[in-house]
């Protein structure tokens, strides 16, 4: 399994920007497709955004297209995830996760971080 973690997120306003990072401690990393999922409380996990190994993006959640971009650098083994023009419907746990598999579904990800808190304010 490969071991996630993430950093950056925390407090900011509506229309702020954040970037959350994840660390891999593998080099099976560059391998695998990394999503990014966010649950927030008394909700369903949700689906962020997803790149494949290659760094060609795999999809985004509709509530975040044209808002955030994913990205990754296989030789530092991290994910990044560069949210812009935040609102306060975004503000929930995010996770980082990974799989071998082509997927936008979290039953697909083998491999989760520990999340990192985003809160946005109104």
């Known amino acids: 399994q490969v071991q996630l973690v993430e950093s950056g997120g925390g407090l900011v306003q509506t229309g702020g920007s954040l970037r959350l990072s994840c660390a891999a401690s593998?080099?099976?990393?560059?391998?695998?497709?990394m999503g990014w999922f966010r649950q927030a409380p008394g909700k369903e996990r949700q689906f962020v955004a997803a790149i494949s190994w290659s760094g060609g993006v795999i999809g985004y959640g509709d509530s975040v297209k044209g808002r955030f971009t994913i990205s990754r650098d296989n030789a530092k083994n991290t994910v990044t995830l560069q949210m812009n023009s935040l609102k306060p419907d975004d503000t929930a746990v995010y996770y980082c996760?990974?799989?071998?598999?082509?997927?936008?579904?979290?039953?697909?990800?083998?491999?989760w971080g520990q999340g990192t808190q985003v809160t946005v304010s109104s």
């Open positions: 593998e080099r099976a990393f560059s391998n695998q497709v």
């Open positions: 996760a990974a799989t071998f598999s082509r997927s936008i579904r979290g039953s697909d990800y083998g491999s």
